[in-house]
């Protein structure tokens, strides 16, 4: 079945940098495209940015555009967030999204807290 694991998230000062790893498998991963979503608290879930099945394209939400960057090795079937110049409200928990023969499929997520 469809897994995907997210793992990466901490603790961090504003500023800072981290780097969000999801981890898929049970589906052709080289096929589809995958997207990161994130929810802070209080708040709905909201998308942060999608990359195409063989990485050419990517896009993201204003709030993060320069600052973060979505990428994928096909090869190791896991998807990246490259995240810099954290700020407060970064602070969510960030989860990866597939959609797979019309079902949608969601980690469990990885808490990301940019404090000082």
């Known amino acids: 079945q469809v897994q995907l694991m997210e793992s990466g998230g901490d603790l961090v000062q504003p500023g800072g940098s981290l780097r969000l790893s999801c981890a898929a498998s049970?589906?052709?991963?080289?096929?589809?495209?995958m997207r990161w979503y994130r929810q802070a608290p209080g708040k709905q879930r909201e998308w942060v940015a999608g990359?195409?099945?063989?990485?050419?394209?990517?896009a993201y939400a204003d709030s993060v555009k320069g600052r973060f960057t979505i990428s994928r090795d096909n090869d190791r079937n896991t998807m990246y967030l490259q995240m810099n110049g954290l700020k407060a409200e970064d602070t969510a928990v960030y989860y990866c999204?597939?959609?797979?023969?019309?079902?949608?499929?969601w980690g469990r997520g990885t808490q990301v807290t940019v404090s000082s």
């Open positions: 049970g589906f052709s991963f080289i096929t589809y495209t």
């Open positions: 999204y597939v959609y797979v023969s019309s079902t949608d499929y």
């Open positions: 990359i195409t099945s063989n990485g050419d394209n990517t």
